[in-house]
């Protein structure tokens, strides 16, 4: 995308990624050394340290690591940076989950039956008898699939509360906690949303995200099967709404739980930054959703409606690949593949 906008690249990589596609198609690659994540691709001053010493004007979060940090976002801005993405201020009401919720009810969206931030297991207890199990128990950082636990009944959710607590805490660095009603056999749909910082809010498309492991997707795809285009339709304008009342800048996604039977739908959560399976969306659309964010941060656009307007045509399907042990309940098993296939493409 770069090299097709005639801007100069920089990537950083960890010595464990020297390697990696990234570094090899990179104008210019530095060295972050070796290490953990933490001493590495999170390490903000070696990143500032790499940007003053290439010349960088600008900063491509990505869609990990440091791509949903307030603090990060303001510490580029102090030092005269760009960064390709939503305001910090953005970034933080939709980073709690329970302050999504509010900002969602405060915008019409449709919620299911939940709680605030919960204090002790007892009110988690007298909660949960108030809406009814079975209900969802989430940390209110959560993210990638952890802090996330469905109780069928009281002792599940006695037995668990803390237990999630204490995820969040030692994986988020919160431990704040609340409940959702949870939705059998409910679907998972994400609405792929560019904003212009003004007002100004497209939706572009959706995304099925329901094929699921440990609460983590597995497959995505686009268009989402199975649903009627007056649903389709209304999961936009919702989606639309709650990001034009936050004056939403960049890209971003709107995700929604949805109840095949009732055809209903309700707000889950925002995520304020590129997806992983955002390459759906500009393969269906015939976009590319990276140039949008340089050409917004640049200064190029400065309203949606000048974006051009794009028809979907086709399906797109994301599979991710788990290196998993089967005969270790399936734990991270790292190793060399000897031998991939993939499908032959076709170009329309």
């Known amino acids: 995308t770069l090299k097709s906008l005639g801007i100069t690249s920089v990537a950083v990589y960890a010595e464990a990624d020297r390697h990696a596609l990234h570094r090899r198609v990179a104008d210019e690659a530095w060295p972050l050394g070796s290490g953990s994540a933490a ?85 988690a207890l007298r909660e949960a008898e108030a809406i009814g199990y079975p209900v969802m128990l989430k940390s209110t950082a959560g993210g990638g699939g952890i802090g996330m636990q469905v109780c069928i009944d009281a002792a599940t959710l006695a037995t668990n509360f803390d237990r999630v607590k204490r995820l969040g805490a030692n994986n988020f660095a919160h431990d704040g906690v609340y409940l959702e009603k949870f939705i059998a056999g409910a679907r998972h749909i994400e609405v792929q949303v560019f904003g212009d910082g003004r007002g100004g809010v497209r939706a572009l498309g959706e995304r099925d995200c329901s094929a699921q492991r440990r609460h983590q997707k597995v497959l995505e795809e686009t268009p989402a099967p199975n649903l009627r285009d007056e649903v389709r339709a209304g999961l936009y304008a919702t989606a639309v709404r709650l990001m034009a009342a936050v004056n939403y800048r960049s890209a971003g996604t709107v995700e929604f739980i949805y109840d095949p039977e009732s055809e209903d739908f309700w707000f889950l959560e925002v995520n304020t930054r590129l997806q992983v399976e955002h390459g759906v969306t500009e393969q ?65």
């Open 284 to 348: 269906v659309y015939g976009i590319d959703l990276v140039a949008w964010m340089i050409q917004l941060a640049a200064g190029a656009i400065e309203d949606v409606e000048n974006l051009p307007q794009t028809n979907p045509q086709g399906w797109s399907i994301q599979a991710r690949i788990y290196a998993e042990d089967p005969n270790k309940d399936f734990q991270p098993s790292a190793g060399l593949l000897t031998h991939v296939s993939f499908p032959e493409v076709v170009e329309r």
């Open 39 to 123: 001493e590495t691709y999170l390490d903000q001053e070696k990143l500032f340290a790499i940007v003053e010493q290439s010349g960088a004007e600008a900063v491509h979060p990505g869609y990990g690591f440091l791509s949903e940090n307030a603090e990060f976002v303001r510490a580029c801005e102090s030092r005269g940076l760009v960064f390709i993405g939503p305001k910090a201020e953005q970034i933080e009401a939709f980073g709690m989950k329970h302050t999504a919720r509010r900002l969602a009810r405060d915008s019409e969206v449709p919620l299911l039956p939940g709680t605030g931030l919960l204090e002790s297991a007892g009110q």
